[in-house]
């Protein structure tokens, strides 16, 4: 068992990390300080084909593989979680789904111009009354004729305004169990910007990640063609498992980057800071806590590095993509948490980045799967 | 259209350096990266690509690990890749690199070759002028801007207080600045192609019309004497002296150190 990368995934590495310190690094504190999308970040990164990372070449990808795609989500969130944030939901939550579910038509239609950065994606499963419990979903797909028929909201959509394609999960009927029990069965659907009867409603103002592009999308009598229907109809709610499944490894990759990046900032700081005559890395204490710091963090990309590789060549990933996001969360809002405590008042000031870093932190033990709903899918495989 | 682009891996300034038992650079203790000006050279070619579809070969000349700033510039967009490396072609100085570039430049079509100014690490500014001279052909160094213009090239050369523009007809060689343009970052499809592909690796064998004698650190007529680390300058001495004192005082200061 070789534990280290071969000598094209350093390359990539150290790509992605020139890339985020030269071109991400310097914008991080004003994008989370005026919460603007970083739009001209995003036409970089489409421009080095950083939106298409594990796509194969015929629709327009790198061609390169998820561990690849992981660590440029880690190495972008190291710098910046809003940047790490865009690239993961762009690609594991809208390019990754149709690839998997669509025809060869939904492929070239939408894939092509995702991947190649050209329009930007996103996903929405999330209703103010369903999160944890995506059985709560209210929002409905009625066929019309050659058109689908949509009516309802999603609520805290990632990339929600920026997206030019939405994957959107709807109940498209109901059935009742032998015991009269109702169950509502859900399909997915490509949606287009612009369709009509589609609107946002309002930007939520975040804790963290605030330059991401979080809105509500309303649906109101929202027609779109017959053919955007992704994958059997009816099987909408496996399809966003599954794609969750994927998802929970880019927001992985995202905490394991922020975890990194306040671990590597406390180490510079803890050297320069001196207290009682001596840089406080000269207290055990400090020397203790960057200790398990750097062995919980390295632990986490060990997890993060597996469930990529498991997605690479496994059918079901789910369990290991639990475990990823479980841990490498933990340990982001455990070890940014501490960070700020080893830079003291200076952490708590905004001028800092770690302050940064802690709020955004939080955000990874709660979407795309609590880390309540990644200990449900962890010890569901166990007691199976 | 073929342009060759020479690249050097270099020691990482950023990174520490180590020197062996013979004052030459000891590369393989050190963090290597590409040479800015030649990556700037490598840009000044690709963008050439882009509008011509020129084809761009570099060519490096160094340990067996250089063959990463050749994967490098693969995966910016470099079509080939040429690695000479060779025992007996360690320690060359300027002479015997640009003998041993040269020849195998011998081997190679081309209309356009492009080498960085100087490398960060021996800083001569010698090697690509010294490779135009083995090959014959016009050199424009300092080059801050290159045009095409059918089958010359047009170069702004960066000159101390003036620029001068010069036309050359190809082929011919010209040495870049690392001011001529940002070079591009690598794609990730890239950098897995460029792993795909073959690394051409030349030895002593592979180089044309080179004699022995002007090879390695024996055909190198440089020699080293001593070489070091930067040594920390001290903290200097303060004076405070009306003018007429001060010329006095520094007068005898030159005199005593017989700088005058």
Known sequence: ?384 | MNIVVCIKQVPDTKGGVKFNPDGTLDRAAMLAIMNPDDKAGLEAALRIKDETGAKVTVLTMGLPKADAVLREALAMGADDAILVTDRVLGGADTWATSTTIAGALRNLEYDLIITGRQAIDGDTAQVGPQIAEHLGLPVISYAEEIKIDGDSVIVKRQFEDRYHELKAKMPCLITALSELNEPRYMTPGGIFDAFDKEVTVWGRADLKDVDDSDLGLKGSPTKIAKASDKVAKGAGEKVNLDPTESVAYLMGKFKEKHII
């Open chain 1, 1 to 384: 068992m070789d534990f280290s990368l071969d000598k094209k995934h350093e390359m990539a590495r150290s790509l992605f990390k020139e890339f985020a310190e030269a071109e991400v690094k310097p914008l991080a504190q004003e994008t989370d300080e005026t919460e603007t999308f970083p739009m001209e970040t995003v036409k970089k990164m489409q421009k080095y084909g950083f939106m298409g990372i594990p796509v194969p070449k015929e629709y327009g990808g790198q061609g390169c593989d998820p561990l690849t795609y992981v660590m440029c989500v880690e190495e972008l969130s190291k710098v910046c979680a809003t940047t790490g944030v865009i690239v993961s939901a762009h690609t594991s939550l809208c390019v990754d789904p149709i690839l998997t579910y669509g025809t060869e038509e939904q492929k070239q239609k939408y894939v092509v111009p995702l991947a190649s950065g050209e329009k930007i994606g996103a996903f929405g499963l999330t209703e103010p009354g369903a999160g944890t419990d995506a059985q709560g979903c209210q929002t409905k797909a009625v066929l019309d004729g050659d058109e689908w028929v949509l009516n309802g909201s999603k609520c805290f959509i990632t990339n929600g305004k920026v997206a030019d394609v939405y994957i959107v999960i709807a109940v498209t009927s109901v059935t009742e169990d032998k015991r009269g029990r109702k169950k509502k069965n859900f399909s997915a659907f490509i949606v287009d910007k612009g369709a009509p009867g589609f609107s946002f409603g309002t930007k939520e103002k975040k804790m963290g990640i605030r330059g991401s592009s979080t809105y509500e999308l309303i649906f109101e009598d929202c027609r779109i063609p017959k053919e955007n229907l992704l994958g059997p109809e009816g099987k909408g709610f496996p399809i966003a498992m599954h794609t969750l499944d994927g998802g929970r490894i880019g927001i992985a990759a995202q905490a394991l980057g922020i975890a990194e990046g306040a671990l590597e900032r406390a180490i510079a700081y803890t050297k320069e800071r001196k207290q009682f005559g001596r840089s406080i890395a000269q207290q055990q204490n400090t020397q203790f806590k960057l200790a398990d710091m750097a062995a919980r963090v390295e632990a986490a990309q060990l997890l993060v590095y597996k469930a990529a590789m498991a997605k690479a060549t496994q059918k079901v990933y789910s369990v290991e993509a639990a475990k990823a996001k479980l841990f490498a969360a933990e340990t982001a809002m455990a070890v940014t948490t501490e960070v700020v405590q080893l830079f003291g008042g200076y952490g708590y000031i905004r001028e800092y980045d770690v302050e940064r870093m802690m709020r955004d932190a939080k955000i990874t033990e709660i979407y795309e799967g609590t880390s309540e709903v990644q200990r449900m899918v962890i010890s569901g495989a166990l007691l199976k």
